[in-house]
T-cell receptor, first 113, second 114 residues
Framework: NAGVTQTPKFQVLKTGQSMTLQCAQD?????MYWYRQDPGMGLRLIYY???????DKGEVPNGYNVSRLNKREFSLRLESAAPSQTSVYFC????????????FGPGTRLTVL | AQSVAQPEDQVNVAEGNPLTVKCTYS??????LFWYVQYPNRGLQFLLK??????LVKGSYGFEAEFNKSQTSFHLKKPSALVSDSALYFC????????????FGKGNQVVVIP
């Protein structure tokens, strides 16, 4: 039981390049989330998917797109990377309801030059 | 909208002394509150949560937290800190009246001094 996995672990991009961050969970969770972590700012929600087939914007969605490929997988895409998107990205999942705990992946450290 | 405040950037404590990490929240209705810990270069690990019931919640690694509705606080505590408790601690709140998203505080760096 791997929990939440993310690929890649590290990535360096040049401004304007695109990439997709992958996330998968094996806990049969319904809800999945993408956060970014920046020093002194805690975690901010980018997008989330309450259930398979639905996605919604979070606090900082600009410059990102997501796809809930199936129940297990939720990807985050940067179409044209900018230095302001340099951050650590975390994927999380939870069962369904508001009382359910979110479980986090190990993170992807992204640097945009 | 819900929000969380963690007023101290860093908490220094001697090994063996009590550890307290402070958290206050703002939310409409009754809150669902969570504490997570992050070790260097790792993802967040769940410690404990308050949903309803007893105001004192016990969690992993000897941590506990006390929900205080009148003070809108949910402070994390450990009676005797270990060097291995040195990490970044996040408080989070979910508003059950609104959406189900978590709002995180900025985090507290805890340094346990041997």
């Amino acid at each position: 039981n791997a929990g939440v996995t993310q690929t890649p672990k590290f990535q360096v991009l040049k401004t304007g390049q695109s990439m997709t961050l992958q996330c998968a969970q094996d806990m049969n969770h319904n809800s999945m989330y993408w956060y970014r972590q920046d020093p002194g700012m805690g975690l901010r929600l980018i997008y989330y998917s309450a259930s398979e087939g639905t996605t919604d914007k979070g606090e900082v969605p600009n410059g990102y797109n997501v796809s809930r490929l199936n129940k297990r997988e939720f990807s985050l895409r940067l179409e044209s990377a900018a230095p302001s998107q340099t951050s650590v990205y975390f994927c999380a999942s939870s069962a369904r309801t508001a009382t359910d705990t979110q479980y986090f992946g190990p993170g992807t450290r992204l640097t945009v030059l | 909208a819900q929000s969380v405040a963690q007023p101290e950037d860093q908490v220094n404590v001697a090994e063996g002394n009590p550890l307290t990490v402070k958290c206050t929240y703002s939310v409409s209705g009754n809150p669902y509150l969570f504490w997570y810990v992050q070790y260097p270069n790792r993802g967040l690990q769940f410690l404990l949560k308050y949903i309803t019931g007893d105001n004192l919640v016990k969690g992993s690694y000897g941590f506990e937290a006390e929900f205080n509705k009148s003070q809108t606080s949910f402070h994390l505590k450990k009676p005797s800190a270990l060097v291995s408790d040195s990490a970044l601690y996040f408080c989070a709140v979910r508003d059950p009246q609104g959406n189900n998203r978590l709002a995180f505080g900025k985090g507290n760096q805890v340094v346990v001094i041997p």
